[in-house]
Nanobody, 125 residues
């Protein structure tokens, strides 16, 4: 497994932007499929975006497609989530997730076996 640390969360007004980062430990980061999920109290963890080890394959939930962009820099062991046109309903704790795989894994929580501690994103109206 890999250790994941998220950063970049905060408070932003509706329509604003934030960029989340997820730094991973270990020398084999480039072998990991990565994803972002989010969760609000009382609800299940929700898929946001995923990216394959190469960055060639990406996927998004319908609620963020066109507004969020996932990317990675394997030289820096970091995956990013650029969030634009933020809405109050984007408010949640955002989690980075990983699984060692040379394939695009997708949106299922159960497919990922390494998780960060989360970073809070709050969008005010």
């Amino acid at each position: 497994q890999v250790q994941l640390i998220e950063s970049g969360g905060g408070l932003v007004q509706a329509g604003g932007s934030l960029r989340l980062s997820c730094a991973a430990s270990g020398r084999t980061f480039s072998s990991y499929a990565m994803a972002w999920f989010r969760q609000v109290p009382g609800k299940e963890r929700e898929f946001v975006a995923a990216i394959s080890w190469s960055g060639f394959n990406t996927g998004y939930s319908a609620s963020v497609k066109g507004r969020f962009t996932i990317s990675r820099d394997n030289a820096k062991n970091t995956v990013y989530l650029q969030m634009n046109s933020l809405k109050p309903e984007d408010t949640a704790v955002y989690y980075c997730a990983a699984r060692e795989s040379r394939y695009y894994i997708g949106s299922s929580v159960s497919m990922y076996d390494s998780w960060g501690q989360g970073t809070q994103v709050t969008v005010s109206s």
